[in-house]
């Protein structure tokens, strides 16, 4: 519940933080408006700390860059086109905009800027009323023209004019919807729910990289299961990534299975239990967070009834790992975050088969050596994947995990597994061997390299007659 005392003496500090301070009077000096705009004043209210100050006011570009930079020791104007000029004030990074009377031409996402001349009219044009509120200063008046108090009461989520006239200026505001609703807890209004059911297919003239840092940061919030829900139930995912809405497959009478979209939830929500508990200090873990929530998106595409009521998913995890690359790409994701998700979701059923036998030593190396680099992520996600209710089953799972990570840990070490190469580079195989630079010093390296797998390491010496005997039997 919103304490509105603490709240105003949260407004009244953030009025009196000495970089509110000095802008507000460096701008009340030169005759002009300078009020706190958006997120930090809801932040505010509501007792979250304030991060990225951003300032409205009635003076032009170029006004705001003379005033702000006898305060500032550093300016940039690359959004003067759009009315906005950035500084560093005491070190901490700010935005000052002027006052913006926009208008959308329905075909794009991308206004028509035009400034505007009051600080209300700038308000009712922004996405939601809880982010329409703002902080006059030096004065400490706040202005509130759309009820943002209000929902911050309720804890609810509001366009300030029509969603429909909202969402059709600006369809992006639909995904900011789902991800302020994960962020700040709170629920859509019905209407505005409505609204973005009814304009999803509008999201098309939103560029990919738009839509990819939305869905980024709903999935670095405390709360991205709230986030994705929403956009399930409203057919927003279906737009940018129907492989989620996919997931909710239809139950047929003969044959039972577990709810593959709540399956990916709770493994999405376990997996964020689990970050939290094992890198308690760290960043949210995007790509991680990612891999849990499409770890079983080719179950829908390799799904078969089987007699006797049995479901199968044969090869999920390799048809998965193929459909979230290319669903990554479609949405401009980065090639490292790509290639991550696709390995974890490729690796996440590995697991399985040793918890229903103990492995050999080269069994543990092939695991650690085909994780490289995402063998703690592996770790986390493959512990989330248990969802059974089966008690005796999930602690038996838990067993054969901490066991596995046991067993790593003394193989690291015992040799480095981490770093597992064969006894011999490339430049001894050709030496040994007599042989030029191609495919079968690359193949000489394979093999020594399983060598090493299956039986750990030795000395050089045995190296060399291992691969002379191995070399004799090749045709």
């Known amino acids: 519940m919103l304490n509105m005392a603490a709240g ?257 939830l709770t493994v999405l929500q376990q997996t964020i239990d689990l970050e939290r508990e094992r890198r308690p200090d760290a960043d949210a873990d995007v790509t991680l967070r990612i891999a849990a929530l499409l770890h079983d998106i080719g179950k829908p595409r390799t799904r078969r009834l089987e007699p006797g009521g049995i479901v199968s998913f044969h090869h999920h995890d390799i048809v998965g790992s193929r459909m979230a690359s290319k669903r990554l790409k479609k949405l401009k994701f980065d090639t490292a975050t790509t290639q991550s998700v696709a390995k974890l979701i490729g690796l996440h059923l590995r697991f399985f088969g040793y918890s229903e036998g103990a492995w050999t030593d080269s069994a543990v190396r092939r695991y650690v050596r085909d994780a490289g680099d995402e063998l703690e992520r592996l770790h986390i996600l493959t512990r989330a994947d248990v969802t059974t209710r089966n008690q005796r089953k999930a602690r038996r799972l838990k067993a054969a995990y901490d066991d596995i990570e046991d067993r790593i840990a003394q193989l690291r070490e015992q040799e480095e597994v981490d770093a597992i190469r064969p006894d011999l580079d490339g430049n001894e195989i050709q030496r040994i061997l007599g042989i030029s630079p191609g495919p079968a010093v690359g193949k000489a390296y394979r093999f020594l390299l399983e060598l090493r797998l299956d039986e750990g390491p030795m000395s050089p010496e045995d190296a060399e007659e291992r691969l002379r005997a191995w070399w004799a039997e090749q045709p």
Request: charged letters at 30%.
């Open 8 to 264: 105003l003496a949260a407004l009244g500090d953030l009025a009196r933080s000495p970089v509110v301070a000095i802008l507000g009077r460096a701008f009340a000096e030169a005759g002009r408006e300078l009020a706190v705009v958006g997120g930090p004043v809801r932040d505010a209210l509501i007792g979250r700390p304030t991060h990225d100050l951003d300032f409205t006011t009635d003076a032009h570009p170029d006004e705001i860059l003379r005033i702000v930079t006898p305060v500032s020791s550093t300016q940039w104007d690359i959004g003067r086109a759009f009315g906005t000029i950035g500084a560093r004030v005491k070190g901490e990074q700010v935005e000052i905009t002027t006052y913006r009377a926009d208008s959308y031409d329905g075909e794009t996402r991308k206004p028509v800027v035009a400034f505007g001349d009051n600080l209300e009219g700038d308000l009712v044009r922004r996405d939601f009323t809880v982010n329409a509120m703002a902080l006059k200063v030096p004065e400490v008046k706040l202005v509130d023209p759309t009820g943002g108090v209000e929902d911050l009461l309720a804890g609810a989520l509001r366009t300030p004019d029509d969603p429909r006239v909202s969402f059709g200026d600006d369809p992006l505001r639909m995904l900011r919807a789902c991800r302020f609703s994960a962020q700040l807890g709170f629920e859509i209004e019905q209407g505005t729910r409505d609204a973005i059911a009814e304009l999803t297919d509008t999201l098309e003239i939103v560029s990919a990289e738009r839509i990819q840092s939305e869905f980024v940061r709903t999935m670095q919030t405390d709360d991205p299961v709230r986030g994705v829900r929403a956009m399930v139930d409203t057919g927003l995912a279906d737009e940018f990534l129907p492989e989620l809405s996919a997931m909710r497959l239809e139950v047929d009478e003969h044959h039972h299975h577990k709810d593959v979209y709540e399956h990916s």
